[in-house]
């Protein structure tokens, strides 16, 4: 059995004359990636594996998660392949894992993120949201036979805002 996170990277910032690739998270992106986190920080086994795209919004969104779970940021394994909006980088990264690493997660862009989501999860979604989590369970062994397995949460921060 394997165990995935996927979070995508909390709401940016387009006000900064930056590259696309350091943009910032603007202060909803904060609250919202805070949010999450903590409302999973009890509900979740951790990882074995933390793998985050280098993009400023992804790998500071997966930092916000890593502190609000207990973690240290250090663990994080930035991989400039999840710098991926078409998800095949995404599903060969993942596919690619150590079989050793039982739940990993995972911190990345859309369009893969939702892509991933509708092909490996049994919940179709029209859009991962941003500092939208998903964790989906695969019957397998190995990350090299990944195939479709069980969506257990799809959340999003306007679901814990009331």
Request: charged letters at 30%.
């Amino acid at each position: 059995m394997k165990t995935l996170y996927l979070v995508r990277h909390a709401k940016s910032s387009w006000e900064f004359d930056v590259i696309d690739h350091e943009r910032p998270l603007n202060k909803r992106g904060f609250k919202d990636a805070k949010l999450v986190s903590k409302h999973l920080k009890d509900k979740l086994k951790l990882p074995d594996l933390v793998m985050s795209s280098d993009a400023m919004r992804a790998k500071t969104t997966a930092y916000i998660f890593m502190k609000n779970l207990g973690m240290d940021e250090d663990e994080v394994v930035l991989n400039h392949q999840l710098y991926d909006f078409s998800g095949r980088n995404l599903t060969k990264t993942i596919s690619d894992c150590d079989d050793d690493v039982n739940t990993l997660m995972v911190f990345g862009h859309n369009h893969a993120m939702t892509s991933f989501v509708n092909a490996y999860g049994d919940k179709p979604t029209g859009n991962v949201a941003t500092s939208g989590f998903t964790h989906i369970e695969f019957d397998i062994d190995s990350w090299k036979d990944l195939k479709p397995g069980k969506t257990k949460i799809s959340l999003y921060p306007k679901q814990l805002k009331n």
